[in-house]
């Protein structure tokens, strides 16, 4: 099962596997810390879910869903 960015819930965290950086929008996220092998946390989104607000590494980014499309991840899962 193949999962992107744009699919994680409120709350879930997850690992970044793969990004495709064939667009310009991606690159400039990736330069803010949204790399292969980082944790990143899904943490609010604005009304209609339109751009969702992730962490990584304590520092929020707001990314466009249509750009999370980009980021292939492993989502984290919690034994509680």
Known sequence: L???LKELNPG???TIDAVDA???GVVRLMVLGLIEGVEVQYEN???GGDPMEVSVHGTAI???RQ???FFR???IT???
């Open 45 to 47: 989104s604005a009304i």
């Open 62 to 64: 707001s990314v466009r």
């Open 12 to 14: 879930q965290s997850a």
């Open 22 to 24: 064939r667009q310009p």
């Open 73 to 75: 991840i492993s989502p």
């Open 78 to 80: 919690t034994n509680v």
């Open 67 to 69: 750009q999370a499309d």
């Open 2 to 4: 193949i999962m992107t």
